[in-house]
Protein backbone atom coordinates (compact mmCIF):
# COMPACT_ATOMS: atom_id res chain seq x y z
CA UNK A 1 0.00 0.00 0.00
CA UNK A 2 1.79 3.47 -0.79
CA UNK A 3 1.33 6.06 1.71
CA UNK A 4 2.53 9.71 1.78
CA UNK A 5 2.31 12.18 4.75
CA UNK A 6 2.59 15.60 4.39
CA UNK A 7 3.53 17.87 7.10
CA UNK A 8 5.26 21.43 8.49
CA UNK A 9 1.86 23.13 7.18
CA UNK A 10 0.94 26.12 9.47
CA UNK A 11 -0.06 30.02 9.53
CA UNK A 12 2.45 32.43 8.91
CA UNK A 13 2.78 35.62 7.82
CA UNK A 14 3.11 37.00 4.06
CA UNK A 15 6.79 37.70 3.41
CA UNK A 16 7.78 34.13 5.52
CA UNK A 17 8.68 30.91 4.92
CA UNK A 18 7.53 27.31 5.78
CA UNK A 19 8.98 23.74 4.43
CA UNK A 20 7.06 20.90 4.09
CA UNK A 21 7.82 17.61 4.32
CA UNK A 22 6.36 14.62 2.78
CA UNK A 23 7.87 11.27 4.56
CA UNK A 24 6.60 7.46 2.27
CA UNK A 25 5.41 4.45 3.99
CA UNK A 26 5.15 1.23 4.20
CA UNK A 27 5.34 0.15 0.21
CA UNK A 28 6.47 3.47 -0.91
CA UNK A 29 9.38 3.25 0.99
CA UNK A 30 11.57 0.79 -0.87
CA UNK A 31 10.66 2.11 -4.21
CA UNK A 32 10.77 6.18 -3.18
CA UNK A 33 14.08 6.13 -4.96
CA UNK A 34 12.49 5.36 -8.51
CA UNK A 35 9.58 8.32 -8.40
CA UNK A 36 9.32 11.24 -9.69
CA UNK A 37 7.99 13.46 -6.79
CA UNK A 38 5.52 16.31 -7.17
CA UNK A 39 3.77 18.88 -5.17
CA UNK A 40 0.41 20.27 -5.80
CA UNK A 41 -2.00 22.43 -3.94
CA UNK A 42 -5.45 23.10 -4.18
CA UNK A 43 -7.79 26.55 -2.92
CA UNK A 44 -11.86 25.80 -2.57
CA UNK A 45 -13.31 26.59 -6.14
CA UNK A 46 -9.93 26.47 -8.14
CA UNK A 47 -8.19 23.45 -10.14
CA UNK A 48 -5.67 21.69 -8.21
CA UNK A 49 -2.08 23.41 -9.40
CA UNK A 50 0.99 21.26 -9.42
CA UNK A 51 3.68 23.63 -8.61
CA UNK A 52 6.90 21.67 -7.94
CA UNK A 53 8.08 18.43 -9.40
CA UNK A 54 11.47 16.56 -9.03
CA UNK A 55 13.02 13.80 -10.95
CA UNK A 56 13.76 10.57 -8.96
CA UNK A 57 17.39 10.94 -8.41
CA UNK A 58 16.85 14.90 -7.61
CA UNK A 59 19.14 16.21 -10.92
CA UNK A 60 16.10 18.09 -12.43
CA UNK A 61 13.19 19.75 -11.15
CA UNK A 62 10.11 21.44 -12.60
CA UNK A 63 8.35 24.92 -11.05
CA UNK A 64 4.94 26.50 -11.93
CA UNK A 65 5.58 30.18 -12.92
CA UNK A 66 3.47 31.05 -10.08
CA UNK A 67 6.22 29.76 -7.13
CA UNK A 68 9.20 30.08 -9.65
CA UNK A 69 12.21 31.66 -7.53
CA UNK A 70 10.31 31.14 -4.42
CA UNK A 71 9.57 27.72 -3.95
CA UNK A 72 12.42 25.02 -3.95
CA UNK A 73 11.58 21.31 -3.79
CA UNK A 74 14.28 18.80 -2.91
CA UNK A 75 14.60 14.73 -1.77
CA UNK A 76 17.05 12.83 0.04
CA UNK A 77 16.07 8.93 -0.71
CA UNK A 78 17.61 7.66 1.97
CA UNK A 79 15.11 8.77 3.86
CA UNK A 80 11.83 8.59 1.42
CA UNK A 81 10.97 12.36 1.99
CA UNK A 82 10.43 14.82 -0.48
CA UNK A 83 10.62 18.65 0.81
CA UNK A 84 9.24 21.94 -0.30
CA UNK A 85 10.84 25.62 1.05
CA UNK A 86 8.80 28.20 0.35
CA UNK A 87 10.19 31.38 0.99
CA UNK A 88 8.74 35.41 0.69
CA UNK A 89 4.91 33.74 0.75
CA UNK A 90 1.81 35.64 0.25
CA UNK A 91 -1.70 35.08 0.73
CA UNK A 92 -2.06 33.83 -2.54
CA UNK A 93 0.03 30.54 -1.49
CA UNK A 94 -2.69 29.81 1.14
CA UNK A 95 -3.92 26.38 -0.29
CA UNK A 96 -3.86 22.63 1.13
CA UNK A 97 -0.76 21.47 -0.53
CA UNK A 98 -0.37 17.98 -1.51
CA UNK A 99 2.57 15.84 -2.56
CA UNK A 100 2.17 13.00 -4.92
CA UNK A 101 4.18 10.29 -6.72
CA UNK A 102 4.31 9.06 -9.90
CA UNK A 103 6.30 7.42 -12.97
CA UNK A 104 7.00 10.57 -14.99
CA UNK A 105 6.46 14.13 -14.93
CA UNK A 106 2.84 15.73 -14.74
CA UNK A 107 1.31 12.02 -13.83
CA UNK A 108 0.87 10.98 -10.17
CA UNK A 109 -0.34 7.94 -9.64
CA UNK A 110 -0.37 8.76 -5.57
CA UNK A 111 -1.14 11.29 -3.14
CA UNK A 112 -1.28 11.91 0.42
CA UNK A 113 -3.95 13.56 2.33
CA UNK A 114 -2.60 17.39 2.75
CA UNK A 115 -1.05 20.16 4.89
CA UNK A 116 -2.48 23.07 5.34
CA UNK A 117 -0.90 25.87 4.71
CA UNK A 118 -2.03 29.79 5.24
CA UNK A 119 -0.57 33.23 4.46
CA UNK A 120 -1.99 35.86 6.62
CA UNK A 121 -1.85 40.07 5.04
Known amino acids: QVQLVESGGGLVQAGGSLRLSCTASGRTFSSFSTYTMGWSRQTPGKERELVAQ????????VYADSVKGRFTISRDNAKATVYLQMNSLNPEDTALYYC???????????WGQGTQVTVSS
Open 54 to 61: ISSGGGST
Open 100 to 110: GAGNKWFYYDY
